[in-house]
């Protein structure tokens, strides 16, 4: 078990009578007691609305909303806090993007690039924009490995390209998609690149202003942070363009009977009472992360991966998928003649929690030519042990199977 477990309180327990082993963090990972414990606190000492009070409350809920906004721009090197938008996660983030900015904008004509391994999230807000729009969807051909070839890249985005949404990295294959050189082409172009940045942010370094992304989508659940919490980042000037996403309290300047006014950014975007704990709570996860370091969480995550990579060349019927080398902290495999699902449910019998499915990835699994896949996802309360106890698992799942096939 990895030293920094101890600080995750759901890791000490028993699942079906074995310790447990979480290796789903791709979907969501674990909470830290200082994340726990900022919640906590905010529900406990100062819950109460932000922004419009005076009162003593009022101001420590602002205090602490603002405050982790300032934690989130500084963790991703934003220029300003003007660009660090809260959003429910990074589907909602997505969806803003497409409607605020692409639809207005796009015509009939103008082309919106994505890869055909992108999570659902980053795939239909696009299908909607091109269908909406009259834009033309292309997809970037993927190496056999589930890499990207800049040559290819290069050859598939022309003058009429006006967007291009790619994932950092792939919450499938592990792949870690070449962002900076791709922001180059595009902007060749004059067009914008969104990145999707759920399974990036919370596992390795991200600097928009070094990657030179236009926007950045990414969740809180998945950065040890709380659910229904996420960020959309927006370069300010395309932010200022951009009409608000929903409309109500929170966001307005100055209504009159027909015609209102919007407040500044990063408000203008956030209508409604906001998801204040859930602000407060991400905050405490930046914390927590900083205080690792994340070029620590990088190499922790990396070295998982390429452990278990080993590890799985080793077993016969084992099919790994995505790049042998830098991948990020996730495997997806299958075992031939085995469900994903059953290798899953004799997992879980066994403690270990794993991920079976399509992973929000159809289009994925049919360039892969399965129906689904199992993965294992990795962050830092795991450890070499935990990969130790999945292959026992898998290997008894072999040999469950292997008698009843047989």
């Not at 990895?2 to 789903?24: M, R, T, W």
């Not at 055909?116 to 807000?125: A, T």
């Not at 990088?298 to 080793?314: G, I, Q």
Request: charged share 25%.
């Amino acid at each position: 078990m990895s030293h920094y477990a101890k600080d995750f309180p759901i890791l000490n327990q028993e699942v079906n009578g074995n310790p447990l082993v979480y290796l789903d963090s791709a979907a969501t990972s674990q909470k830290p007691f200082q994340v726990i414990e900022a919640v906590e606190s905010y529900y406990k000492e100062i819950n109460s609305n932000v922004h419009r009070g005076v009162h003593t409350l009022g101001t420590k809920a602002t205090d602490g909303y603002e405050g982790a906004r300032e934690k989130v721009r500084r963790f991703i090197n934003a220029a300003s806090v003007k660009e660090i938008v809260y959003t429910r996660g990074t589907t909602t983030a997505l969806n803003i993007i497409a409607s605020s900015y692409a639809r207005p904008r796009l015509k009939e004509g103008d082309e919106i690039v994505i890869s055909p391994s992108e999570h659902h999230s980053n795939l239909i807000p696009w299908q909607q924009v091109a269908r909406a729009t009259g834009a033309q969807l292309k997809y970037f051909p993927l190496e056999p490995d589930g890499t990207l070839d800049l040559k290819k890249a290069e050859e598939t985005i022309t003058e009429r390209t006006k967007l291009v949404a790619i994932a950092h990295v792939s919450n499938v294959l592990g792949t870690i998609f070449p962002i900076k050189e791709l922001a180059r082409l595009v902007h060749r172009h004059q067009g914008v690149l969104v990145v999707d940045g759920a399974q990036s942010v919370p596992h390795m370094k991200v600097d928009v202003r070094d990657l030179d992304c236009d926007f950045l989508a990414f969740s809180g659940h998945k950065m040890m942070g709380p659910t229904g919490i996420g960020v959309l980042y927006g370069k300010e000037s395309l932010l200022e363009e951009m009409e608000p996403f929903e409309f109500g309290g929170e966001m307005i300047d100055h209504v009159d009977l027909y015609e209102s006014t919007w407040k500044e950014l990063p408000w203008k975007f956030e209508g409604g009472t906001p998801n204040i704990a859930g602000a407060i709570g991400l905050g405490a996860a930046v914390d927590y992360l900083e205080s690792v370091g994340m070029d620590e969480v990088d190499a922790h995550d990396r070295r998982l991966a390429a452990y278990a990579v080993e590890k799985m060349k080793e077993v016969e019927g084992l099919t790994v998928y995505g790049p042998t080398t830098d991948r990020t902290g996730l495997v997806t495999f299958n075992i031939e003649g085995v469900h994903p699902h059953d290798v899953a449910t004799v997992l879980d019998a066994e403690g270990i929690a794993v991920r079976a499915g399509h992973h929000c990835c159809q289009p994925l699994m049919r360039w892969l030519g399965v129906s689904a896949t199992a993965r294992a996802s990795f962050h830092l309360y795991n450890s070499e042990a935990d990969i130790d106890r999945l292959m026992k698992g898998l290997q008894k799942t072999k040999e469950y199977f292997g008698n009843v096939l047989g």
